[in-house]
């Protein structure tokens, strides 16, 4: 019964995470009068943040083929919550910033497009990943726990390289 209610409660958050970034792309909550001037900085941050998580989960994968059990534990927890931090910093970066679009003319455009939808798809499918390879990881159910990461750990990792990548093909548009 308990794995029922964690299953739903991550399928819960997944879908309000979803649905906010949705709502904020489709500009449903009213955009305030005034940007704060530390919103500027966000999508620097953000890319820190992910470049910081891309790093952290090579490491923990290093650890963890070397048995280190508790190391790996304590980086894949500090990924954890810079992603958390990455996610809060992305929603308010969308409330408040106006879209950045990047321009047709650029021969990129479709490189661009595509690294885009493919970072967005992974994102959307990688949180319930790891949401329930956290659950797993942290009550000890190993061999479940490794199910999920074949397919999280890789995805969790694209998604933090191109997070990265689409920070800086985007970046020269932005206009603050």
């Known amino acids: 019964m308990k794995e029922k209610k964690i299953f739903r409660l991550i399928l819960l958050l997944t879908g309000a995470v979803i649905a906010t970034v949705i709502m904020l792309n489709k500009k449903v909550f009213p955009s305030p009068a005034e940007v704060p001037f530390f919103v500027q900085f966000l999508p620097g941050l953000n890319a820190v943040i992910n470049a910081t998580c891309f790093l952290l989960l090579l490491l923990s994968f290093y650890f963890i083929r070397k048995k280190k059990i508790q190391v790996h534990k304590k980086i894949n927890l500090a990924t954890f919550c810079l992603s958390s931090l990455f996610l809060l910093s992305y929603i308010t970066f969308h409330y408040f910033a106006e879209e950045t679009k990047f321009p047709a003319s650029n021969p990129l ?37 490794r199910k999920i990461v074949r397919w999280a750990f890789p995805v969790w990792l694209y998604v933090t390289a191109t997070g990265v990548l689409v920070y800086f093909m985007i970046a020269p548009y932005y206009k603050f």
Request: charged content about 5%; overall charge positive; cysteine-free.
């Open 109 to 145: 455009r479709p490189f661009y497009l595509v690294l885009l939808s493919s970072h967005i798809i992974l994102a959307a499918i990688v949180l319930p990943l790891v949401l329930l390879s956290f659950y797993r990881g942290l009550n000890m159910q190993i061999p479940a726990h």
